[in-house]
């Protein structure tokens, strides 16, 4: 047997030209995960090996190719901070699994969770009573100046007597074959979504390898999840309200987020959706607010609350520390868990554990100096080139530096930069990761691997996650493992040593669910994203059906001698809120471009479509795929650079094409959405915008002090979308009154202000407070009155304009404000709670 | 023995009715030595439920929530405090401040570790290896560490002017030493500072001035407000108040109220509201003789 190649099992050599692996041949500077010292495939990979061979490299890609497929269309990404190209990345993910022996991972898990209980311990000690400072294990200078020390939580103790829920615990093997931890990650740690995820995909593309090879499963990992999320609860622990909190659809892991809602079946929140009173946090829902008893969050300490954390914080619940302090809510992990992230606390671990636990540190840590300590920096400072050097704090984004490159003249800057405040640097040896092998292009290379245990709380001690997050670099040279940096990830199999547990969260297909209809509350600040977006669409619609009949006119007329023109463009003017400086007729080109082009204009098209779009993308996990790609339509469909110099016909095609979406995205809003609030607050808003824009539109071109021409009003006709109705109605005879009747007063035309009126008072009945109410709600008494007004009115001895009170013009106006009043009282009862708050009076910044 | 009553008010007013507020204030007086508090009351209107906690420096942390569409918020805070006079008046033998330094750099005990905790950089409080040389001018080596920090106080506040107004919560120590202008909480900043700069622990101390002199003495600096001073802790002494705004020690006109490492762990009063639009606050306090009245009419401008 030679190295040259690779021995798989007893009958290896006869079939190594057939093997998938023949040509793979790491570097023997480190291990590799599958080929031992000897050469040979190490006995926990054979299986796998055995029948991959059997699969054979072309079935293999074709089932990769549909995996792939998968992972696109669930829609698994990656959010890279400030990527040019886009923010969201497709998942990268490696057929070939990372594999485990039992027998390997049962010595690994007993380390993995010793570490998590000293981290736990000594949590609870520095919030608490500061043993490990006053028996000098720990220096104060690693404590007192670090910014993840969160003095408004000190002496806070958690019902369960637990900081530390979750713990992810980042590993890579050294060249001596041992594991070491490269991280742990203790506040909102990452992962577990991903590790599931990819879980789901290996094993559906290789499903008859994955049951050969008695893979243990993970399901029974998310059953401690929700185990310890139920027991955290401080009340209400039969049946407590458990969210999880993420920062929002910008966070780089918000995929997983909305994934481990799903699964662990736990509502999605960000910090706007909750609100503390009297010491308690509560969900803010329409039907009012719901108390919450565990926040899982995904979003790190110091914005959790503004009040008493970071004040410029909008993500926070301000109120929140207090709430914590006075026992009656559980967040996972505790508040002030981020200290233990801090690479300074890392160097201390090993005399952490001996004082807390008795016990020697079992797992160790890459070895690390804190710079602090005298002889720690003589060391470091000496032998500087073989160091990796990172800041002894928290500091976001930071990453560690490798000494080892870097010129005689850099490493005596490092030298000065480290002596001038040693206290806040950490410094560790460099370490190179082992290999394993992942498929590149058509061919089975060496990547350096690092991957990401996970651990949750379970009674005195924690459960392991058989498997995790395997991620390798982006190539043989480079050592650095991050998502953020290229690289992909790996499913990790660990073999079962006994029978496997095949308990699963997600519900066989014949089980009987429980029937859930439409009518579930609804959170505010969904409620008030709905309600804007349907505002938004509308009002480009509007803007973009009288830019239409404007610029088709353009083809054959000019602004001087048009009769039509100047009242369409008066209307275009006051739906884009422009004050035309000039007189009648004196509009001209330059406002038309500005509405249609200029991005700074706030009711002009370019910002209003901005405005869809960035509203569509918060409430984007209530959206269908294809309700989606029409708002991505909508918003590529338009940009101004294409258009701006274009041909008139161009320009006309164009706006045509965003219509066709703007009825797409309606058409499915109608046909697909359910009968429930969301649907209910989207089309509010729509209703609302377009009574608005058709008491703008009449009260532009029915009340001159003449009657307009036909022409004129033909073209109101055509704006309104109308006109075929009116032509088969009333024939050719253009008539201001019958015009007015069909677009204000006409229930049965859906573009007329009475059927907006109609629709809005069916919505405010069935919203919530509103059902079983003996008397009207103000917003009802409005809608009641105007439409009787509408239904009452007489348009053929209506004066168009006049000094009375009676006029159209002045019905029109005092319409108009009742619109905008409709709004504002919606908003207050239903919606302003939903605004992220702002600080008064506290420091402007904290370290 | 001295008694005063004390009235705090701040008070703002909102163009836009706010509909929710979040605060945290520090209006209950902490205890501290030589301080005894009678009849303290926070007033909040609109009325607001409340819950008091102690901080870990010790300080009463009030946190209250306005859920009510408000256009005006009125915090006052009512107390007595009978004070003592303090503990010595004339300056007493203290070590070496290097000896201080390398005592709180050793092995903690209970009450250094206490001290241990104001010897870092804080949100407010940073220094430059500039300020640090400024600062060793009144350190020479084996000074006492007392007369070192008295004389440091006496520096600041004749090299620097007092002008109101000409900062604002979130100036930074490196800004009131280059424009040599600040008010009494940029002079608590600068001088804690200094002292943490050489290697001392100093802490942030807000509280009050009495408002009338005693009989023979003038007016001091920073009476009608909120005042600060700092602390510099002293092995034979334990904790030193002084007060570097009117180069003050001992400090018999100074009451207490709370103590942190910088503004930012003490802040009177501060909040997150929604709505709100734009708003104005005037702040007034008063310290009168316990038996005198307060004019009731007076609401500071």
């Known amino acids: 047997m030679t190295t040259d190649h690779i021995s798989i099992g007893h009958t290896d050599l006869s079939n190594r030209a057939r093997s998938l692996f023949s040509h793979y041949s790491p570097a023997a500077a480190v291990p590799d995960e599958m080929i031992g010292r000897d050469g040979g495939v190490r006995d926990h990979w054979r299986t796998l090996v055995r029948l991959l061979d059997e699969l054979g490299p072309v079935e293999l890609e074709k089932r990769w190719a549909t995996a792939r497929r998968l992972i696109h269309e669930n829609g698994v990404t990656y959010n890279v901070y400030g990527d040019p190209d886009g923010m969201d990345r497709p998942w990268v993910l490696d057929a070939l699994p990372l594999v485990f022996s039992a027998q390997e991972w049962a010595g690994l898990s007993d380390g993995l969770i010793q570490r998590a209980r000293v981290l736990d311990m000594a949590l609870a000690d520095i919030y608490g009573p500061q043993r490990l400072l006053k028996d000098a294990i720990i220096p104060p200078d690693v404590i007192f100046p670090n910014p993840g020390y969160l003095r408004p939580l000190v002496g806070a103790r958690p019902a369960d007597h637990r900081r530390l829920h979750m713990v992810a615990t980042d590993i890579g093997r050294c060249p001596d074959g041992s594991f070491c931890v490269l991280a742990d990650r203790t506040q909102a740690p990452s992962g577990t979504g991903y590790a599931l995820e990819n879980r789901i995909v290996v094993s559906r593309a290789i499903p008859e390898i994955f049951r050969d090879c008695h893979v243990s499963r993970l399901a029974t990992f998310f059953r401690s999840v929700r185990n310890l999320l139920q027991a955290a609860a401080p009340h209400n622990r039969d049946n407590p309200r458990v969210v999880l909190l993420t920062p929002g659809p910008y966070n780089e892991t918000y995929f997983e987020h909305a994934y481990l809602a799903q699964y662990l079946g736990y509502t999605l929140v960000e910090g706007a959706d909750l609100t503390v009173r009297d010491n308690h946090v509560y969900m803010k829902m329409l039907g009012g607010l719901q108390p919450v008893d565990v926040i899982f969050r995904r979003q790190d300490d110091g914005y959790c609350d503004p009040l008493e954390l970071m004040p410029d914080s909008t993500l926070g619940i301000p109120g929140l520390v207090q709430a914590v302090h006075a026992g009656n809510v559980a967040v996972v992990n505790a508040l002030g868990s981020g200290l233990m992230e801090s690479p300074a606390l890392g160097a201390f671990l090993p005399r952490m554990c001996r004082y807390l636990l008795g016990e020697e540190l079992k797992l160790p840590s890459v070895t690390s100096y804190w710079c602090g300590d005298e002889e720690s920096l003589r060391y470091v400072l000496d032998h500087l080139p073989q160091m990796l050097i990172k800041p002894a704090f928290n500091t976001p984004r930071q990453g560690p530096m490798s000494m080892e490159s870097l010129s005689a003249g850099q490493l005596d800057d490092w030298?000065?930069?480290?002596?001038?405040d040693p206290a806040q640097f950490?410094?560790?040896?460099?370490?190179?990761?082992?290999?394993?092998?992942v498929i590149i292009g058509n061919r089975i290379e060496a990547r350096h691997i690092a991957f990401r245990a996970h651990l949750a709380a379970a009674g005195e001690s924690y459960d392991v996650m058989p498997g995790g997050l395997a991620r390798f670099s982006i190539s043989t040279e480079s050592m650095i493992v991050s998502m953020q940096r290229g690289g992909g990830s790996k499913d990790t199999w660990v073999l079962s040593g006994g029978p496997v547990d095949s308990f699963s969260l997600l519900s066989p297909p014949g089980l009987p669910m429980e029937i859930s209809r439409a009518g579930g509350d609804l959170s505010s600040r969904v409620a008030d994203n709905l309600f804007w977006l349907g505002r938004y669409i509308e009002r480009a619609e509007a803007i973009v059906r009288l830019s239409r009949g404007i610029v088709g006119r353009l083809v054959d007329q000019n602004f001087e001698s048009s009769t039509e023109l100047p009242v369409l463009l008066?209307?275009?003017?006051?739906?884009?809120?422009?004050?035309?400086?000039?007189?009648?007729?004196?509009?001209?080109?330059?406002?038309?471009?500005d509405i249609l082009f200029a991005p700074t204009l706030a009711y002009g098209l370019q910002a209003t479509l901005r405005s869809v779009y960035t509203t569509a993308s918060l409430v984007r996990d209530r959206m269908s795929i294809d309700t989606w790609r029409i708002i991505n339509r909508i918003d590529s469909d338009f940009s101004a650079g294409d258009l701006r110099d274009r041909r008139l016909s161009d320009r006309l095609a164009s706006l045509d094409k965003l219509m066709i979406s703007f009825a797409a995205f309606a058409g499915l809003a109608m046909e697909s959405m359910s009968r429930g609030l969301a649907w209910r607050f989207l089309d509010i808003g729509r209703r609302i915008e377009r009574s608005a824009a058709m008491v703008q539109l009449c009260r532009t071109s029915l009340c001159g002090s003449e009657p307009p021409p036909p022409n004129a009003l033909e073209a109101v006709l055509e704006v309104a979308d109308s006109a075929i109705t009116y032509r088969r109605r009333y024939m050719t005879s253009l008539q201001v009154p019958l015009v007015a009747d069909l677009l204000l007063a006409d229930e049965t035309n859906p573009r007329s202000l009475a059927f907006q009126l109609a629709r809005l008072q069916e919505h405010v009945a069935q919203l919530p407070g509103n059902q079983h109410e003996a008397r009207l709600t103000p917003v009802q008494q409005i809608l009641l009155l105007r439409l009787t007004e509408l239904r009452l009115m007489e348009f053929n001895t209506l004066p168009a304009i006049a000094a009375k009170e009676s006029c159209l013009q002045s019905r029109l106006d005092s319409i108009l404000v009742d619109i905008f009043q409709i709004s504002d009282l919606l908003s207050r009862r239903y919606l302003t709670h939903a605004a992220p708050g702002r600080s008064i009076g506290a420091s402007a910044s904290t370290r | 023995m001295a008694v005063y009553r004390i009235r705090h008010l701040t008070h703002y007013r909102y163009q836009e009715a706010v509909t929710v507020c979040h605060n945290l204030a520090h209006l209950i007086p902490r205890d501290s030595p030589g301080h005894t508090w009678t009849q303290v009351e926070l007033d909040i209107t609109p009325d607001a439920s409340r819950t008091t906690r102690l901080d870990c420096f010790g300080n009463r942390t009030t946190v209250f929530t306005i859920d009510e569409p408000h256009l005006e918020l009125r915090v006052e805070s009512r107390s007595v405090v009978d004070l003592a006079p303090p503990r010595t008046s004339a300056l007493f033998p203290t070590s070496p401040w290097e000896a201080v330094a390398n005592l709180l750099r050793g092995k903690p005990e209970d009450e250094w570790l206490a001290a241990a905790e104001f010897r870092f950089r804080s949100p407010h409080v940073d220094w430059t290896e500039e300020i640090r040389r400024w600062a060793l001018q009144s350190f020479p080596p084996g000074r006492p560490i007392a007369e070192a920090a008295l004389d440091l106080a006496g520096r600041v506040c004749t090299e620097f002017r007092f002008?109101?107004?000409?900062?604002?919560?979130?100036?930074?120590?490196?800004?009131?030493?280059?424009?040599?202008?600040?008010?009494?909480?940029?002079?608590a900043h600068l001088t804690i500072a200094a002292l943490r700069s050489v290697g001392l622990s100093a802490r942030y101390v807000s509280g009050y001035l009495v408002t009338q002199p005693p009989p023979g003495g003038s007016r001091l600096i920073g009476a009608d407000a909120s005042h600060a001073w700092i602390s510099v802790y002293v092995p034979e002494y334990g904790w030193m108040d002084i007060d570097p705004t009117n180069h003050l020690w001992p400090l018999e006109a100074h009451i207490t109220v709370a103590w942190g490492r910088d503004f930012s762990d003490v802040s009177p009063l501060r909040g997150v509201i929604l709505g709100g639009g734009k708003h104005e606050v005037t702040v007034g306090v008063d310290v009168i003789p316990a038996d005198a009245e307060f004019d009731e009419r007076s609401e500071a401008p």
Not at chain 1, 415 to 420: E, G, L
């Open chain 1, 415 to 420: 030298r000065q930069r480290i002596a001038a």
């Open chain 2, 163 to 187: 002008v109101s107004g000409s900062t604002n919560v979130s100036t930074q120590v490196a800004e009131v030493f280059e424009r040599r202008t600040g008010v009494c909480q940029d002079f």
């Open chain 1, 426 to 437: 950490v410094a560790e040896e460099q370490i190179s990761l082992s290999t394993a092998p």
């Open chain 1, 570 to 593: 008066e209307a275009l003017s006051r739906q884009a809120q422009i004050d035309r400086a000039g007189e009648h007729g004196k509009v001209g080109e330059m406002e038309m471009e």
